[in-house]
């Protein structure tokens, strides 16, 4: 059974970086048509944060656009997400999506939590 396992979320400093990660699980990256990063704050509705196709260009969401880049390893089946610039405002648990090919089906991760605060 594919599974996404997302990583590396954790308190940050304003100002701060940080790094996540989505490693698949039980398959491969190429099971997927697209993959993205996606949060998550209390009370608010999922947003994306970064998202694009095998091979295509990724689409960053607006309030993280120039601060995110979202990059694949495809021979370790690794996608990672970066941010910098960090705001408290980006405090939410961050989520890795995959669309898989051919059924359009979509499988979310369990979530990591990023708290940015001082």
């Known amino acids: 059974q594919v599974q996404l396992v997302e990583s590396g979320g954790g308190l940050v400093q304003p100002g701060g970086s940080l790094r996540l990660s989505c490693s698949v699980s039980g398959g491969s990256m190429f099971s997927f048509s697209r993959m993205g990063w996606y949060r998550q704050a209390p009370g608010k509705q999922r947003e994306l944060v970064g998202a694009?196709?095998?091979?295509?260009?990724?689409v960053y969401g607006d309030s993280v656009k120039g601060r995110a880049t979202v990059s694949r390893d495809s021979a370790k089946n690794v996608l990672t997400l970066q941010m910098t610039s960090l705001k408290p405002e980006d405090t939410a648990v961050y989520y890795c999506r995959g669309v898989g090919v051919g059924d359009d089906n979509e499988l979310w991760g369990q979530g990591t939590q990023v708290t940015v605060a001082s």
């Open positions: 694009g196709t095998n091979g295509g260009r990724t």
